[in-house]
C-alpha cells in the first residue's frame, strides 16, 4: 500500500473530535517511555514532561499523544510502567475526565490490537495494598483523529509513520532489528540508520510524502510527530505541523491549541541566577489562527 493510500485510509478512519473556541488540546508524540535503563531517552526529560502535564491539567486541556507514547520495541511495558507509574497515574488523571486521547505510532503499534491495550491499560496491582487497582481499561487508541469544526473543515492528527513505509508495514522486523541489533549498539553511539529521528535523509522523504499527499488534498492540514522534528508552517506555507517529541536532549516540545489558534511550544529546566531551578514554558512560534491553515 502506498503513502497516498495509508494516509487517505487514516483520514477516512479517523476519530472525530471536536474543534471550536471552548477547545483546548495539548499534542505530545515520541515520549518512547522506557525502563529508566541506558537506552531510556524519556528518562533524563521524564520530571519536565510529568510537569507539564500537571499543568495543562488544571488547565482544562485534553491530552493527545500523537503515537510512540510507550517504547514497546525495547522494553516490556510491565518494565515501563514500573519506571513510570508516575506519570501513568497523571495520565489517568485525564482519562478519569475524558480528556485523555492515543494514537498509536510504530513503536507502540501493538495497541492497534484492542486485546493489548486491555491487556496493559486495564489495571496495575499496588505493591502497597497488594490489591489490583484500576488503570484505564477503555483508554482510547486509533490511528489518527480529525479536529473538526462546525463547518466540516479539519485537522488530521496522526503519528506520520504513514509515510515511512518500513516502519509501517514491516514495523515488526524493525522492532525486531531494534530490540537486538541496535539498541545494544547504542551503548557505542551507533544509530538506527532506519529510523527518521535518526537519520536526516530519511527524515526529508518522510517529511517530502506527507507534503505531497496535502498538496494531493486540497491542502488538509495535518500534525503529526515521527521525526522528531518541530514544524510550524507559515500561514501562506503548506499546512503540515510537527509537534515534535519528548526525547530531546534539554526539552519537550509539542503543540497547544486554544481559542482556535495553535501555538508550537517547549517546557525544559533553567536555572536562574540565585541557584534554584525551575521549570518553564516557552513559545517557539507565536499562536496562529487555525483557520488561517484549514479549507
Known sequence: MSTNKRISRAFKN??????????????????????????DDFARNKKVYNYALTQYLKD?????????????WENSFKSIFNANKDTFLILKQFYDKNQLFFIWGNHDMDYKNPKNITKNLSYFYDSATNEKVTLMPNASYSESIRLENDNGQSVLLLHGHQADWFNYSFWKLSRF???FLWKPLQIIGVKDPTSPAQNFKELLKVERRIEKWIRNNNNQMIIAGHTHRPRFPDTNELPYFNNGSCVHPRCITGIEIANNKITLIKWFLTTHEDGTMQIVKEILEKPQKINDYIN
Open 177 to 179: 532489528l531494534v530490540r
Open 14 to 39: 479517523a476519530k472525530k473530535l471536536p474543534l471550536n473556541k471552548e477547545s483546548k488540546y495539548i499534542l505530545f508524540s515520541d515520549c518512547h517511555r522506557g525502563d529508566n535503563s541506558f537506552a
Open 60 to 72: 482544562g486541556f485534553t491530552y493527545i499523544e500523537l503515537g510512540d507514547g510507550d517504547e514497546l
